[in-house]
């Protein structure tokens, strides 16, 4: 069982195997079949996407994710306040 989003490197051999009574693989499903067959695309091929999350959206790890990244931009200084200290030392 895979975790929701992971990457899986199908070969050969996991195709084969996967495959069911009929000859099919589900790794051989394209986009439209996963929506006819789940009404939601399940895969990809290729890696996963760049800036993108790997939790699943309102799973316990993506909620601490959020909050995480929550807590450090509440962390970071405005704007304004990185450049008052240098700005006092500069007035006396």
Known sequence: MLAHRQELLVTPELLEA???????????????AQLDRWHE?????GPWP???GRHEPGSLAWMEAREAR???VDRRPAP?????????????
């Open 41 to 45: 695309v399940k895969f990809r091929r």
């Open 18 to 32: 996967g495959r069911n009574g009929r000859g099919e693989s589900v790794f051989e499903m394209d986009e439209a």
């Open 50 to 52: 760049e800036g993108r």
């Open 80 to 92: 304004g306040e990185r450049a008052a200290p240098s700005s006092r030392r500069r007035a006396r």
């Open 70 to 72: 929550r807590l450090d």
